[in-house]
T-cell receptor
Framework: EDQVTQSPEALRLQEGESSSLNCSYTVSGLRGLFWYRQDPGKGPEFLFTLYSAGEEKEKERLKATLTKKESFLHITAPKPEDSATYLCAVQGTNAGKSTFGDGTTLTVKP | EAGVAQSPRYKIIEKRQSVAFWCNPISGHATLYWYQQILGQGPKLLIQFQNNGVVDDSQLPKDRFSAERLKGVDSTLKIQPAKLEDSAVYLC????????????FGEGSRLTVL
């Protein structure tokens, strides 16, 4: 069974203070690893797909990286509008469904 | 492009009552998903449709939950009878096809069971 563990559960940063979120996963054959952003009262919004170890994707202040066992979401010089819950999901080659972690709630203070 | 539409946004019921949620996916998306998200947790897949056929319903509590996607477009998720532990947000998502991980989610239907 596919498993995803995200850490930390919550992260509080000052504006401009860079940090990273971790997503550890167990899957039999990785088809893809996905990052989503979820704002309070909203559904998750797709950010990135990573397919293989060594791959990186960037979008504004966010950069996602992937190894064989984990993925990191690096946030550079965050702003208050980056405050949200960030969800990681994996899809194995044996299943057509995505398994989600419980997310990291990021709060960026001005 | 219109997003995934869900209704109602909020519903409060007593335990043992029934409730139904509706979802209209993005036009042209063949795959539709219902997820349950309990407060503080990630979404958990309940059921996945490819057009109007069920692909995966292994996590659906079939004694009380049912779902259908007639005509391969919109879908309804029903809970009968509801239990206290069913309090959650029910998220509908769609994708172009099965196997793609880029899911487009609706805003969800928040259920409170008293």
């Amino acid at each position: 069974e596919d498993q995803v563990t995200q850490s930390p559960e919550a992260l509080r940063l000052q504006e401009g203070e860079s940090s990273s979120l971790n997503c550890s996963y167990t899957v039999s054959g990785l088809r893809g690893l996905f990052w989503y952003r979820q704002d309070p009262g909203k559904g998750p919004e797709f950010l990135f797909t990573l397919y293989s170890a060594g791959e990186e994707k960037e979008k504004e202040r966010l950069k996602a990286t992937l190894t064989k066992k984990e993925s990191f979401l690096h946030i550079t010089a965050p702003k208050p509008e980056d405050s949200a819950t960030y969800l990681c999901a994996v899809q194995g080659t044996n299943a057509g469904k995505s398994t989600f972690g419980d997310g990291t709630t990021l709060t960026v203070k001005p | 492009e219109a997003g995934v539409a869900q209704s109602p946004r909020y519903k409060i019921i007593e335990k043992r009552q029934s409730v139904a949620f509706w979802c209209n996916p993005i036009s042209g998306h063949a795959t539709l998903y219902w997820y349950q998200q309990i407060l503080g947790q990630g979404p958990k897949l309940l059921i996945q449709f490819q057009n109007n056929g069920v692909v995966d319903d292994s996590q659906l509590p079939k004694d009380r939950f049912s779902a259908e996607r007639l005509k391969g477009v919109d879908s309804t998720l029903k809970i009968q009878p509801a239990k206290l532990e069913d309090s959650a947000v029910y998220l509908c998502a769609s994708s172009l096809r099965t196997g793609t991980g880029e899911l487009f989610f609706g805003e969800g239907s928040r259920l409170t069971v008293l």
